[in-house]
């Protein structure tokens, strides 16, 4: 969460910050704003509430007060933790002592902050934010002003004493040829071009400005001029890491003609799953073919897929697909709780992280634990340069292309059909499946991209289940077997982005209580294949919301709508997918569930790209 761009050595900063933020407005949009050195080394700053749109008006004024053009700035675009989003809490943020005045964009958080603000307040300090981030400058200026150390030392000195996952990016009034970073858990990159340099959160901030980027390790704090570079470690040793060349211009750009990137991103999904079933089985024996390399397989007895949200929901199908299909016993956590539940670990055995972004401070911080914990490690994620594959023994790249909207869905796809192969390949490797079972397999997958296709060019039912939705409070999801965790990222995308509060069930359990909810009216949305031996009971779990006078909106294959009883019909609504074998429900059933929130939601008139209170890339635990 929270954005950062610095940049130093070039004429053109403001520009760059502002354009470098509205690439990494997915990582927070509650407020943003920007601090130059001016010709004299004074700092000024500009910062607006809102979206960067709220600080783009402000800055022709603020360019007009400067007397040159800027060649070091710092810019932040942020996702509020402490403190609401208003102006004082924006950042850049700025710190005062004697002498020295310090700014700084931060991501992430400092969690001994009040223990800091305590002791500067007591050496003179004063605070105009309820942020954490406030203490870094004045703890830094104070440093500086008190031992009579440089901006960099100061850094050195004082990082290994903030507690918590962080990234900042500090400059000095006086000094316009410095800039000084460091990071722990959150992101933070060097981009590196003739006569400039850059500190981003993000190398997309840079597509197009340059092509070679330096990723820092945890708690190495980096020294920029124009012209050189300077990282020390740890233990304050200087040190070099490597420059990875990216080719940023390939990235899709814009909507596209459509309304949304989340439209855009739902039609892309028949590209996505053809993509990843070209690039996983092979082409002459259609066996998958995921670059396992890394990983030892023998030493496997049980799997332990950890995520959030919707990747969460992604590996709960995997744990499905991956038992089913290689009789490994699998485990599925949210992050935020495997990693302090301390859970038994068996060296050896494999520990799967599924992240769009790579850099979820939680799964991080999950990863991390299993890593110190001798589990193999496979990371799904849709960026190969994250943190989180950087620190994977092996590596899937899922192959859905960037994701723009806060709302997953091609990415989601991606992770549950990457899954599944992965599922299958274990399963050959194991001997549990034959060559030939596989192969029958794949060929079905391979029908998944013409599947997608077809749904999406038929919404009209969806449209008025939207449409009867828009005035409803709450909504119920329900599914069985692999379509129970589809309910659950069904309701997870009503929620994001209608704002409707949904909840998702697995369908058996709602007469263990749920059902004390449904109310003549309530919207129930039942997922039930007719291929997967559970139809019939799923039907009387229908049946139970009926004679409660639900509303029920019944999602299921064309085969699943014929063998509906005539008098089940009466009084729900229908909404028919294509029928499919079972390995491919799941991501048939998808699809519908994507647009109903969708068309929820554009009819509700809700900011669905970028819903309110939400950030694409959650870096704090
Ligand atoms: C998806 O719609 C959500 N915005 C969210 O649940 C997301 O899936 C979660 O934060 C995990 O992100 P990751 O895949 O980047 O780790």
Not at 283 to 308: D, S
Not at 319 to 335: F, G, V
Not at 589 to 606: D, M, N, R, S, W
């Amino acid at each position: 969460m929270c954005g950062i761009v610095g940049v130093i050595g070039n004429p053109q900063a403001v520009d760059v910050v502002t354009t470098g933020l509205s690439r990494l407005e997915y990582r927070g949009y509650d407020s943003a704003g920007l601090a130059v050195l001016g010709p004299a080394g004074a700092i000024h700053t500009c910062k607006a509430v809102g979206k960067l749109a709220a600080l783009m008006a402000k800055i022709p004024g603020f360019n007009a007060t400067l007397p040159t053009p800027p060649t070091t700035a710092i810019g932040h675009t942020r996702w509020a933790t402490h403190g609401a989003p208003t102006e004082a809490n924006a950042h850049p943020h700025v710190g005062t002592c004697g002498a020295h005045t310090i700014a700084v964009v931060h991501n992430g958080i400092i969690e001994n902050y009040n223990e800091y603000r305590t002791t500067l307040a007591k050496q003179g300090a004063t605070f105009a934010s309820e942020t954490d981030t406030e203490i870094i400058p004045n703890a830094l200026a104070h440093r500086m002003q008190g031992v009579g150390v440089s901006l960099v030392q100061a850094v050195q000195q004082l990082t290994p004493t903030f507690r918590g996952h962080f990234a900042f990016v500090a400059m000095a009034q006086g000094k316009p040829d410095e800039l000084v970073g460091t990071r722990r858990g959150a992101p933070l990159c060097v981009g590196l071009a003739e006569g400039a340099s850059y500190l981003v959160s993000d190398p997309l901030a840079l597509a197009g400005i340059c092509s070679r980027f330096v990723y820092l390790e945890d708690d190495d704090v980096v020294h920029l001029t124009p012209n050189r570079l300077t990282i020390t470690d740890k233990n304050g040793l200087p040190t070099t890491r490597p420059v990875t060349t990216l080719d940023l211009s390939t990235e899709a750009s814009g909507k596209q003609g459509f309304k949304h990137f989340m439209l855009k991103e739902i039609h892309e999904q028949p590209a996505v799953c053809a993509r990843i079933l070209q690039e996983y089985t092979d082409a002459q024996t259609l066996l998958p073919c995921l670059p396992l390399l890394g990983l030892n397989l023998a030493t496997v007895t049980t799997i332990n897929i950890v995520a959030c949200g919707t990747a969460n929901y992604a590996g709960q199908v995997g744990k499905y697909a991956i038992e089913s299909l290689s009789r490994i016993p699998t485990n599925t956590d949210i992050a935020s709780e495997f990693r302090y539940r301390t859970p038994p670990l068996r060296p050896g055995d494999l520990f799967i992280a599924v992240s769009q972004s790579g850099e979820t401070a939680d799964t991080l911080a999950a990863l991390e634990h299993a890593k110190a914990n001798g589990q193999q490690i496979l990371v799904l994620t849709n960026t190969p340069t994250s943190t989180m594959a950087r620190m994977a023994d092996a590596v899937i790249n899922l192959q859905a292309g960037r994701e723009i909207a806060v709302a997953s869905t091609k990415a989601f796809t991606a992770m549950v059909l990457n899954l599944i192969l992965l599922g299958l390949q274990l399963g050959h490797a194991r001997g549990h499946l034959s060559g030939a079972q596989v192969h029958g397999h794949t060929t079905h997958l391979r029908t998944l991209p013409g599947l997608i296709e077809s749904m999406l060019s038929h919404t009209g039912v969806l449209q008025k289940v939207a449409s009867g939705l828009t005035g409803s409070h709450s909504a119920l999801f329900l599914g069985r077997g692999m379509l129970a965790p589809l309910a659950y990222e069904g309701a997870l995308k009503m929620k994001e982005i209608s704002y409707i509060h949904a909840e998702g069930y697995a369908s058996g359990e709602m007469k263990h209580g749920p059902i004390a909810l449904v109310e003549p009216g309530l919207p129930v949305i039942n997922l039930a294949t007719s291929t997967d031996g559970l139809f019939e009971k799923t039907l009387s779990n229908l049946q139970e919301v009926a004679a409660r006078r639900g509303h029920i909106i019944l999602v299921t294959d064309d085969a699943g709508a014929t063998q509906l009883p005539l008098s089940g019909k009466q009084g729900l609504t229908l909404v028919t997918v294509p029928s499919s074998p079972p390995l491919l429900a799941p991501i048939i059933f998808a699809v519908p569930l994507q647009l109903l929130a969708y068309l929820t939601a554009t009819e509700k008139g809700t900011d669905v790209d970028q819903p309110r209170n939400l950030a694409k890339s959650v870096t704090v635990e």
